[in-house]
């Protein structure tokens, strides 16, 4: 079966890829603008900067000093290869197939016989091998060297790649397994893709060798550097931690494969550890967005409350390493509120990353750009992760590729199956076959509108021979929900809907979900933005942009009345604002509420979905919207 994760147990199973498909709507139209033009993009970017030829030079023994990219761009070749796998299989595309061999062939000429592979280290007057743990980012190419694998396994079989791929791994067990050296590195990543390769081989060792890497972590294992060791998470075994703290993506990636293992292993001390972090780090230290990352400095969480507007991090690869992590946690305990997380971050992260063509992105994910940024030139490597504009390529590109593999393989994250039915966790329209014990089919078609509307029909498409249970999530935020099903409707609470019988093709099972726009307010520990309001609609948080305003000087100023409500939008809402103007002050502090010189009265302030923020140019923007109080008006 093929699917990017497969766990052995769990409270629910994934399903294959070739079981669920996208047959319309948002994420279908991102898959499509994925497969035609985000892959190609990103062949050609790396093809441009010498980082496929890296793979030649190691071959031809040309190795020199001035090799372009970071020591992790090989990573980079790997998550393209798994994203072409995943397309390949989604719809037997041809040119997907031949990069993915043009690829392999390539990547294959520069592994040594030792089954070491790098462009980095190792040859000519590179530094050797695994001189530099903390940063030379080794063994994290490895693992997505594996992923790559796992997802070409898992869709075609054996092959080149795979091969490769297993001598890479056995080489990683023969230097760092049992009486070899013991270090980890400094980028967790080794980990997970290690797991995952066990577990698609069927190879305990790979697992057992994930377990070690995991165990070493946290006892003071790297060097220190000036970041601190909680920066990779070597600070605190991963068992004592009670919060996701250091460098976000490291800490996501590290958890993820810690889950993995959990899993395999019936380790549920590992596994309540994992839960209680995310519990902790969703409740304290995650935006409104699904975002993670609160500081530059280092890519990393910052303390608890500490969540910072227009100083957000968000990386788009944090988006996806929280959805690696919580999909994970939702096959193993099948609780909502995984699910709920994941969609927060599919539609306000991920979705935010790519422009609407495919072919620039989103590195840093903000939620207040206080000027506009400057439109990127589609020719020109970005070196900045912020900026706010969306950029083709970056000098660390991490992110582009992590987007394209995730899309790619979109479907599978939709539904799952246990032994008595199917579990909808995520809506868009498709459709779903799964076969269940006794010789029970459960097949339906989800036919919505979503997010834009908040109907959802799931038809049924195959007579059922007994009963099975068709479970529904209702969101965390859709309080009111309604499910009906045989003429009769009910309310549904947040969490899990089921349905149990024995359905017959034609049937159909509706859900209303309310998506009308609605006021969300912070926790007032959240300081930077207390006093202030957001708006989201459905999954979607919504944001004001400049643009829509006399200029960044509005944004700035802007109140919004939450008394008036909130009216319906062409794209989203319209909330009640007033623009005042403040004089100019020589001092910002004064020794009384600060009064405006005026403002041009109550306007019907435009709010759109985040994830298309600055997709009609550049733009201020902002999510969280200051409350007029007192009311102006009353004053
Ligand atoms: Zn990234």
Not at 58 to 83: H, N, Q
Request: net charge negative; charged share 25%.
């Amino acid at each position: 079966m093929s699917s990017p994760v497969l766990p052995s147990h769990g409270r629910v199973r994934p399903l294959g890829l070739a079981q669920v498909s996208l047959t319309g709507g948002f994420w279908h139209e991102r898959q499509a603008v994925n497969a035609s033009a985000t892959l190609a993009h990103c062949e050609s970017w790396m093809e441009r900067l010498g980082w496929l030829a890296n793979f030649d030079r190691v071959a031809d023994g040309t190795t020199g000093p001035d090799r372009p990219g970071w020591p992790f761009s090989d990573s980079e070749v790997y998550k393209l290869m798994e994203a072409l796998a995943w397309e390949t299989a989604r719809t037997g595309d041809q040119e997907a197939e031949a990069a993915f061999k043009r690829l392999t062939a390539r990547v294959a000429r520069a592994q040594d016989r030792d089954g070491y592979l790098n462009t980095c280290f190792g040859h000519g007057d590179q530094p050797p091998r695994y001189s530099d743990l903390e940063g030379g980012h080794e063994l994290y190419n490895t693992g997505h060297l594996l992923q790559a694998a796992v997802a070409r396994l898992r869709t075609h079989g054996e092959d080149d790649l795979v091969r490769l791929a297993r001598r890479a791994a056995d080489h990683v067990c023969r230097t760092f397994g049992p009486g070899g050296r013991a270090g980890i590195c400094g980028h967790p990543e080794i980990e997970v893709g290690l797991a995952e390769f066990g577990r698609a081989l069927g190879e305990e060792r790979y697992v057992e060798q994930a377990r070690l890497f995991l165990d070493r972590r946290g006892h003071g294992t790297l060097r220190d550097i000036p970041l601190g060791r909680a920066y990779f998470q070597d600070d605190l075994p991963i068992r004592e931690a009670r919060v996701w703290r250091g460098h976000a993506v490291r800490a996501l990636y590290l958890t993820a494969a810690a889950v993995d293992v959990a899993v395999e292993r019936g380790d549920d001390e590992l596994l309540h550890a994992v839960e209680r972090q995310w519990e902790r780090s969703v409740a304290r230290r995650t935006y409104i967005t699904g975002g993670m990352g609160s500081r530059h400095q280092d890519e990393g969480f910052g303390e608890d409350w500490e969540l910072p507007p227009d100083r957000a991090y968000c990386e788009t690869c944090a988006g996806v390493a929280s959805i690696m992590v919580s999909w994970r946690l939702l096959l193993a305990t099948g609780d909502a509120r995984y699910a709920d997380l994941i969609e927060r971050t599919l539609y306000n992260v991920v979705a935010a990353s790519p422009s609407p063509d495919g072919r620039a992105f989103f590195y840093a994910n903000p939620l207040h750009q206080r000027t506009p940024g400057r439109a990127a030139d589609p020719d020109e490597v970005s070196p900045r992760a912020e900026g706010g504009t969306r950029a083709a390529w970056f000098d660390v590109s991490c992110c582009p590729t992590n987007v394209a593999r995730t899309l790619a393989s979109l479907h599978g994250y939709l539904a799952t199956s246990d032994d008595d039915g199917l579990q909808l966790h995520q809506y868009a329209p498709c459709a779903i076959g799964a076969e269940l014990p006794d010789g029970r089919r459960a097949a339906v078609e989800v036919e919505t509108g979503y997010p834009r509307t908040g109907t959802v029909r799931v038809r049924i498409t195959a007579d059922a021979t007994a009963p099975w249970t068709l479970t529904l999530r209702v969101p965390a935020w859709a309080a009111g929900a309604t499910l009906t099903d045989e003429g009769r409707t009910r309310e549904v609470a947040p969490g899990l809907a089921e349905v149990r019988r024995a359905f017959r093709a034609g049937d159909v099972v509706t859900l209303d979900l309310p998506v009308e726009p609605r006021f969300t307010w912070p926790d007032p520990r959240i300081d930077a933005v207390r006093g202030c309001v957001a708006v989201e609609r459905g999954p979607e948080v919504l944001c004001a942009e400049s643009r829509d305003l006399p200029g960044p000087a509005a944004l700035d100023a802007l109140v919004i009345d939450t008394r008036a409500g909130l009216k319906p939008g062409d794209d989203g809402a319209l909330a009640r604002a007033l623009l005042p103007a403040h004089p100019g002050r020589a001092w910002p502090y004064l020794t009384h509420r600060a009064d405006p010189a005026g403002d041009a009265g109550w306007i019907d302030l435009p709010l759109r979905p985040y994830r298309s923020w600055a997709q009609r140019g550049p733009t201020g923007m902002r999510v969280w919207l200051p409350v007029s109080t007192p009311h102006p008006e009353g004053e």
